[in-house]
C-alpha cells in the first residue's frame, strides 16, 4: 500500500471560511480508504491560502520532492492554494510523478483534461481572493469617507459596534486628556510621562501598561482631535467621532515632539535656566554658582561677554510684573467692560459665521478642483495626496471655528479673555517668583527676554505693553474718568485681533 500525507487547512485570517478541520479529516479518510491509500502523517495549518510562504506548506513540499512518500491528499484545490505561485508549486509535484489527490474532486491530474480544470478551478480561487480584497478595501475606504473608523478604538475611546462612531472611554479618555496637557508644558519626557500615567492607571486594549512606543504614538495621532489618518496610504479623513484634544494643544505636542519647542527636565537647578537669551548670539544663558551668587552668563565664544546676577534679572523683572499690577478700582472696571464687549460681540457672531462659511465653501471647491486634475491626469499621486491633506487640515481648521462660533464662544472674546488672564495673574508674582509658576506665564506675556552684556531687558508682548503704560493720575492711579475710556479703548483695538485665529501681537 503507498503512503501519502493528509493536508489540511483553515484560515485564521477569515473565521468560519470553508469547511472544518474535521470534516476535511472525515473526507480525506474517507476518500483514502475507498482507493486503498495509506495515511501516514496529517499535516495541519490555520493559515490565509491567499499568500504563499505558509511554512506547513511550504515543508511539505520539500519533503515530497525528497521522495519521503507517495503523494498528498487534500481535500480540495482551494484548500491547497488559493495563489498561483502555490498552485505552480503543486503542477512540478505531478510533472515529477508524485501523486497529489483532492478528496472531493473526481480529477485526473495526469491527463490533460483533467490538468485543464484543476488549473481552471485554481484560478477562479485566486480571482476569488483578489476580488475578496478588493470588495473588502472599497468597504474598508468607504467606511473612512464617511468618518468612522473601521478598526479598533484608539487608548482613550471605547467601540460602539458596526456603522457607529467611537465615543470617548469614560475612565482612559479624561487620562489621555491629561497625557497630551502635561506633554504639553514641556516639562515631561516621553520616559516621565510614560511613568506618570502607568500610575494614573492608563491602560491599553490588553490591561497592560502603555509602553514608551505606545504613548509616542498616541501622541502623534490626530485622532484626538477628529482626524483618521492611514499611513499606509497616506491619506487623512474627517472621523465622526468626538473630539478628545484641543487643536492647540495637539499642536504644541507636535512642536515639543519635532524639538521645535525645548522640553523641560521637569525639574530646575537653577530660577531662571533656559528663560533669557543673549542678545548678540541667540544661545540661551547657562547659570553657574560663584561665591554664593547665581550668575547667567553666555558661553559663546563669538559674543562679547555677558554676565548677570540673579539679583538683577528679578529687579527687572519684578518692575515689568508691577507695571501690570492693578488696582482694585482698575480691576473693578476691566471686568465691566469685558462683559460689556462680551456682550456686544455676541451680535457679530452671525457674521463671523457667515465669512466662515464662505471660506469653507472656497476650500470645498478647490479640494474639487483638485480631485478633477488628478483624474485628468494633470497631477501625479504624491503632489495629490500634499495638497490634498493640506486642504483637508485647512477645511478642518475652519470647521472647528465655526463650531466655536455655533456654541457662542467668540474667538475675539478668547483672545481677550487670554490677555486679560495675563494681567490679573501678574499681580500674583509680586510676592512671589517661584519659577514652577512663573515661567508659563512669562513665555506667554513676553515677546522678549535678552540680556546684553551686565543688562537685562524684558519686552511685554504689545497688548500687555500698552497696559503697562496706561496714565495715571497726580496721586499714581487711574482717575474714575480715565479708566474706564482706556480698558474701553484697549479692548476696542484687540477685538478684531483673532479673526484670523492669530493673537494680537504675538
Known amino acids: 500500500m503507498k503512503r501519502y500525507f493528509a493536508y489540511i487547512r483553515v484560515s485564521t485570517t477569515r473565521q468560519g471560511e470553508g469547511v472544518s478541520l474535521q470534516q476535511q479529516t472525515d473526507a480525506i479518510k474517507q476518500f483514502a480508504a475507498r482507493s486503498n491509500l495509506e495515511i501516514v502523517e496529517w499535516l495541519e495549518e490555520q493559515e490565509t491560502a491567499a499568500k504563499a510562504g505558509r511554512p506547513v506548506f511550504n515543508s511539505m513540499i520539500k519533503r515530497l520532492r525528497k521522495g519521503l512518500t507517495s503523494g498528498v491528499i487534500m481535500h480540495k484545490i482551494d484548500r491547497s492554494a488559493r495563489n498561483l505561485k502555490d498552485w505552480a508549486e503543486l503542477g512540478q509535484l505531478i510533472d515529477q510523478g508524485i501523486e497529489v489527490h483532492f478528496a472531493n474532486e473526481s480529477l485526473d491530474l495526469n491527463s490533460r483534461g483533467g490538468r485543464l480544470s484543476a488549473d481552471i478551478q485554481a484560478v477562479v480561487a485566486a480571482d476569488y481572493i483578489r476580488n475578496l480584497r478588493e470588495e473588502t478595501k472599497k468597504g474598508f475606504y468607504g467606511r473612512l469617507k464617511q468618518g468612522y473608523f473601521p478598526m479598533p478604538a484608539p487608548i482613550g475611546y471605547e467601540d460602539q459596534g458596526g456603522g457607529k462612531a467611537k465615543a470617548i472611554h469614560p475612565v482612559y479618555g479624561p487620562l489621555v486628556h491629561t497625557a497630551f496637557d502635561l506633554y504639553a508644558t514641556g ?53 465622526l467621532h468626538p473630539r478628545l484634544i484641543p487643536k492647540v494643544v495637539f499642536d504644541r505636542v507636535q512642536d515639543i515632539l519635532a524639538g521645535k519647542r525645548v522640553r523641560g527636565t521637569g525639574t530646575h537647578r537653577f530660577q531662571y535656566s533656559r528663560l533669557i537669551q543673549c542678545k548678540t548670539c541667540g544661545h540661551s544663558l547657562i547659570a553657574d554658582i560663584k561665591r554664593r551668587h547665581t550668575y547667567y552668563r553666555c558661553h559663546s565664544p563669538t559674543c562679547p561677554t555677558t554676565i548677570i ?198
Open 187 to 239: 516639562r515631561y519626557s516621553l520616559n516621565s510621562l510614560t511613568a506618570e500615567l502607568a500610575k494614573m492607571g492608563l491602560r491599553s486594549r490588553s490591561g497592560n501598561r502603555v509602553s514608551r512606543n505606545g504613548v509616542h504614538r498616541m501622541l502623534r495621532n490626530p485622532f484626538y482631535i477628529g482626524l483618521i489618518r492611514v499611513h499606509k496610504i497616506n491619506e487623512v479623513f474627517t472621523g
Open 309 to 506: 546676577r540673579e539679583e538683577t534679572i528679578e529687579k527687572e523683572l519684578l518692575s515689568v510684573i508691577q507695571s501690570l499690577t492693578l488696582t482694585s478700582q482698575e480691576l473693578a472696571t476691566l471686568d465691566l467692560e469685558v462683559e460689556h464687549k462680551r456682550a456686544g460681540i455676541q451680535d457679530g457672531l452671525s457674521a463671523e459665521r457667515e465669512v466662515l462659511n464662505l471660506h469653507l465653501k472656497v476650500v470645498t471647491d478647490r479640494q474639487n478642483r483638485l480631485t478633477d486634475a488628478y483624474v485628468d491626469g494633470a497631477l501625479n499621486r504624491e503632489d495629490f495626496e500634499q495638497r490634498k491633506t493640506a486642504l483637508q487640515m485647512e477645511r478642518f481648521d475652519i470647521e472647528e471655528r465655526i463650531r466655536t462660533v455655533e456654541s457662542g464662544e467668540s474667538l475675539v472674546m478668547a483672545d481677550i479673555d487670554h490677555w486679560v488672564r495675563l494681567i490679573k495673574e501678574a499681580s500674583l508674582f509680586t510676592q512671589t517668583l517661584r519659577l514652577d509658576e512663573l515661567r508659563d506665564w512669562l513665555e506667554e506675556a513676553m515677546s522678549h527676554r535678552e540680556a546684553s552684556r551686565k543688562d537685562v531687558v524684558f519686552t511685554l508682548r504689545k497688548p500687555l505693553a500698552e497696559v503697562s503704560l496706561r496714565a495715571t493720575g497726580p496721586n499714581g492711579r487711574p482717575s474714575e474718568t480715565t479708566c474706564p475710556s482706556f480698558w474701553r479703548q484697549w479692548l476696542e483695538r484687540h477685538r478684531k485681533a483673532d479673526r484670523d485665529g492669530v493673537r494680537a501681537g504675538r
